[in-house]
Structures are given as structure tokens and as C-alpha cells.
């Protein structure tokens, strides 16, 4: 059986000076690929690494980061943050990530699905999603809007008519990241992760909002979400994959058991 | 020396760095001089089968396989490369190699999800050296849209289950072939590369 996926997301900064800071947990996340590798070996199934370099001109950094991960870990992962152009896609798959995840520039640019799965087919491409909640009106007819610049410009376009047309352009995967549900730790927007599911037919990567095992639990029986990004439910040790894995095949959860 | 064949389809370094993480010597190439030399192959490819095997005929790499299959190379095809080596498939309705019988099908439009993407099963028909120490219970990374379906039931070595029943692993002689993607499987993925560079191309 198709089982379904949980997907850490590690963010990488361009900033050298962050590395090696030390949260609480004594997460050094300053250090994704050692990160990756630890979460390889607890049993992740997929990854995602988030470009938040600020300058277009520490992109080799990011790049040095994918080439390392993919040496050292056997899974799929994507890439995502600031890429922007067919080169920008190359760049970062030729380095050995699976996939690559664009988000505003696809908002900005939809050619930009349509080219990227073209040249380098469906399965490596991922629109992210950044979509908050807002009145329905004839413009909105979900109530939930697409919004670009981590959450602070909201750009006037329907969330469920987003995701059909990047479906249609070819899109290979939606993650879907609700703004109101990121970093509360509440669980996950069950209501749009719904929404979104029912209106495409390409896997649904829901994300925002996990703080416990549970809202994993509760996205997947109560959405049709294919997959489950967390973030800080590990990076600061409250969770390791294996605990949240055994909790969810507890539940009746398909999921790849670690063995 | 195990040679990935490049007919320049999708991500074909992944595999060779599953193999240099493993210490098993390789190279990608299309020069079949190095093929024909070489120990085992590896058919690798992500993408369409139409262009696959345009590229493939235009380069005559067809006839290298061929003639490297015959001498009784040990030979790995993965995902595109295991659709590809049968008769012929339906994506853009493509005429293939014709190296085991049988074609890839389109999933059924009923209710799942195209592509089949993620970590699956598998149930093992018949042993198989490449199984060695394969924990029946791992599952696999897939991702796609076609299914391999080879005419003759003993070809068939393994199956996965999504909305139909389908072949995952299939093989005879010295041809083996997965759907999934054993370079993207973790430690069990590792240890079926690991298993078939070992492997000497009998059945018993």
C-alpha cells in the first residue's frame, strides 16, 4: 500500500555567520546536511530544502548544500526558495535534488510550471502554495487567497484556482502552506488542505501548523493530503520521525516503517 | 567496471553517486566500446518513452544493448529503463526494445492519484539474487505514471499494488528490471544496487 509521506523541511541560509548557532535542543541548524543525514537515518521519507539565502549571489551556496546531501542521503528531495528561471531549475537538479519547488516566481510567471515540467518532467516539479485565509468574495470564491513574499503580499488570486491551473500547466505535486496556520503549532488547515485535494488530482503536500503527532494524523484521515511537511516538531528534539511514524501506524496510518 | 548508460533521460548521476557511496566502480557513457567492456550494465532514465527512444535509436545505443544483453552482461533497468525494454508502450503510443515481451500501460483514471509518487510495497513472486537480504516488509520510491506489464507470467519477479496490481520487479535471464528507484530507496534501495553489482547473471 501506498504509504503516505512525512517530509522534513530544513532551511538553509546563505549567511555563513548562522551557522553553527545553537538552538534550544542543541539543534545545530546552522548545518543542514548533517541535519539531513541524522533525519536519513531516523527514516524520513522525502526532504525539502529552503533557499532563504537574501542575495542572488550566494546561490552557490545552496548549491554546495544540495551536492553534499545528495552524496551522503538516498531519498528524494526537493529545493526550493528564489529559483526563478530554467537555469535556476537545472542548476539545483544537475547538483542531484529530485525535485524543485517554486512558489512566487510561478505566481509571477506560470509560464514557468509549464516550461519546467516540459523540459524536465511533471514528477520534478512542486508548486508551492502560500495561501491565507480571507472574506469570500466573487474574486475569492474559497476564501482563501494566494499570497507571495512569505505571506505579505496577498496577489488577488483564488487558492483553488491556482492549484487547477497549475495542475493543468503541469505541476507534479502541490505543497500547500497555510500563512495562518505556519508556526502556530496548532495543527494543520484542515479546511483548505481539503479544498485543495479534492479540486486537483496530483499528490497534495500539506504544511503549516504541525506542533504533534496528532495534527498528522488528523490531516490525513480528515484531508486527502498525500504527504505531511514538519519542521520544528524535530528540529528542536520534541519528535523523532520514529516516534511519530509508530504513532501514526498505531492510528491505522499507512506509513514506511523503519526497519 | 558496471557502465549507466546515458541516452541522456533525467537524473543519471543520482545512480552513479549510489554506486561511488558504495564503492562500486562505475561510469556513465553511450560509447559501446566501454558497454560491450564492461561488467554489468545500468539502464537508468526519468521522462517520456517517446523521446527516450528516439534518442536511443538516433544514437544506436538499441543495437549496443542488444548485443551487450547477448554476451550475457548482467543488466539493470530502472523506472524508464524498465518500461522501456519491452514491446512498446502507451505513452505516445511508442514502439520499444522489444527485449521482454510485453508493454507499459497508463494507471486507470479511477479514483487514484497519476503519478503513483512515494514509498510502496512490493510481494515477491519468485526469489530472485538481487532480493538478497531484501526485508520483505521495505518498501520502494516510485514515481510514475506507466506500469510495466510483460506478456509472460514468470517475468514477472515482483509486484506492487496501486489501483491495479502491477509488475515491479520483472526479469529473466541476466535482464533484471525495477520500477522503483532503488538509488532513491534508502538502505534497502542501497543494498538491491549493492546486490546486483554482485550478481553474475544466473538464475538458479
Redesign the interface.
Known sequence: MLSKRIIICLDVRGDKTTKGIKFKGNIDIGDPVAMAKQYYEQGVDELVFYDITASSDKRDIIIDVVKNVAKNIFIPFAVGGGIRSLDDMYNVLNAGAEKISINSAAVLNPGLIADGARFFGSQCIVLGMDVKGVKKTPKIPSGYEIVINGGRTPMGIDAVQWAKKAQGLGAGEICLNSIDADGTNQGYELTLTSMIADATSIPIIASGGAGVPEHLKDVFLKTGADAALIASMVHYRRYTVGRIKAYLAKEGIPVREII | MISIINYKA??L??VE??L??LDIPCRVTNNSEEIMASSKVIFPG???AGKAMEFIRSENIDKILYDVIAKNTPFLGICLGTQIILDKSEENDTSCLKIIPGISKRFPDSGI?????????ISINRPHPILSGI?P???F?F?HSFYPDPEREEDTIATT??GVTFASIIGRKNIVATQFHP?????Y??QMLKNFSKWDGYVK
Open positions: 533525467g537524473n548521476t543520482s553517486r549510489a561511488k557511496h526519468v521522462g517520456a492519484k497519476i503519478p503513483h509518487m512515494g514509498w510502496n510495497n526485508d516488509r521495505a518498501q520510491y514515481v499494488h496501486y538509488e532513491k530507496s534508502g538502505r534501495g542501497l
